[in-house]
């Protein structure tokens, strides 16, 4: 072999032995990485941590809350952690495509509702962490008051999406309408007479209203039709809508 012929082959062999190391480089470096994150990055944004309905609202909030649905046993836990006082409820066939699964009834999820309720566990977590992150502390840092009741329309009914012929996420008490925000000085925030107002009231009901989807599947309010002009609509379902 000549001696080109031999420095080519060095040369190729340099070139792959260098390509393996700095492909074993890039994986220790991306392993070192993945763990330094799932150590040190804050829970709201991990998803490899498990849900606290405590944390703040993060990246990783609304994939926590959606695999929810699949994890019941870690959902109650996620509840019972919060110390939130419900009746767990047996799951059951109602009607044609209505009923309860991994279904709950409460008259408080964080804030006293105006009746008790069923509802599905997810959409109760999801509730209380909007509650906890956004309608309560904006209540006391725009009012100076708090927030003493959701006042609502409720949550289960086995009825379908007006004006089709689709269920409704109501029909699997996997949404909830809410109509009123009562603090504690009996001043109502309401929906149907506060939505659009260029007041703090007004201001209000935008910002819970866009809080609100960050952490439910659809989210809806009267800017979306007529049918929503007195209460915002949140669901867990499987669709996807902000409006």
Not at 14 to 25: C, K, P, Q
Not at 30 to 38: E, I, Q, S, V
Not at 70 to 97: M, R
Not at 107 to 131: F, G, H, K
Request: glycine share 8%; with cysteine; proline share 5%.
């Amino acid at each position: 072999m000549s001696d080109a012929l031999r420095y080519k082959d060095k040369m190729r062999g340099l070139r792959f032995f260098g390509a393996r190391w700095r492909l074993l480089l890039g994986l220790v470096g991306l392993g070192a990485g993945a763990w330094a994150f799932h150590t040190y990055a804050p829970p709201q944004h991990n998803p490899f941590r498990p849900l606290s309905l405590e944390d703040p609202i993060g990246f990783a909030t609304f994939d926590k809350l959606t695999d929810l649905k699949y994890e019941p046993s870690t959902c109650f836990a996620a509840l019972e952690a919060a110390a939130v006082v419900h009746t767990t409820l047996l799951d059951s066939v109602t009607g044609e495509g209505c009923g309860f699964e991994n279904a709950l009834q409460t008259r408080q999820v964080l804030t006293p509702l105006n009746d008790a309720l069923s509802m599905s566990c997810p959409l109760a977590a999801s509730l209380y962490i909007w509650e906890q992150a956004s309608a309560r502390p904006l209540a006391e840092d725009m009012f100076g008051s708090p927030l003493v009741r959701l006042e609502t329309y409720g949550t289960y009914s086995c009825r379908n999406i007006a004006g089709s012929q689709q269920r409704s996420e109501h029909a699997t008490a996997n949404a909830i309408d809410i109509a009123g925000f009562r603090l504690a000085d009996g001043r109502l925030i309401s929906v149907a007479e506060d939505w659009g107002a260029r007041s703090p009231e007004g201001r209000y009901l935008k910002r819970v209203h866009k809080a609100a989807c960050k952490l439910f599947s659809v989210t809806l309010g009267p800017d979306y039709n007529a049918a929503h002009a007195d209460h915002f609509h949140f669901d867990f379902g499987s669709g996807g809508s902000c409006r």
